[in-house]
């Protein structure tokens, strides 16, 4: 069961970081992905990150703004947001791949393990 924390309300302009752990997997054995999703849109791919967390890929529309990273001593993962507009503002979930091959995971349909989402809003 991945579990996101961190999201809340923020001025445009602010930062907040999110955090996924896990209960059940072992989240550096696998890739991690951070999708979101606002009222009335379909979920958007926004990072992922390779599970020795060399290699990192965004979404256009935060690319340069948000960071995707791993805590090995910790075993979870986090997403920096800087820079955030009202744009941002959506329900954050972290997602867990099992066997899907680099060049598919900014898919949704490739994570095979969702959190439940955390709120996060940018407005002033």
């Known amino acids: 069961q991945l579990v996101e924390s961190g999201g809340g309300l923020v001025q445009p302009g602010g930062s907040l970081r999110l955090s996924c752990t896990d209960s059940?997997?072992?989240?550096?054995?696998?890739?991690i992905g951070w999708f979101r999703q606002a009222p009335g849109k379909e979920r958007e791919f926004v990072a992922v990150?390779?599970?020795?967390?060399?290699?990192?890929l965004y979404g256009d529309s935060v690319k340069g703004r948000f960071t995707i990273s791993r805590d090995f001593a910790k075993d979870a993962m986090y997403l920096q947001m800087d820079s955030l507009r009202p744009e941002d503002t959506a329900v954050y979930y972290c997602?867990?791949?099992?066997?899907?091959?680099?060049?598919?995971?900014?898919?949704?349909?490739?994570?095979?393990?969702w959190g439940g989402g955390t709120q996060v809003t940018v407005s002033s």
């Open positions: 997602a867990l791949d099992l066997n899907d091959p680099w060049s598919q995971l900014h898919l949704a349909s490739s994570y095979d393990v």
């Open positions: 059940g997997f072992t989240l550096e054995n696998y890739p």
């Open positions: 990150i390779s599970v020795r967390g060399a290699v990192t």
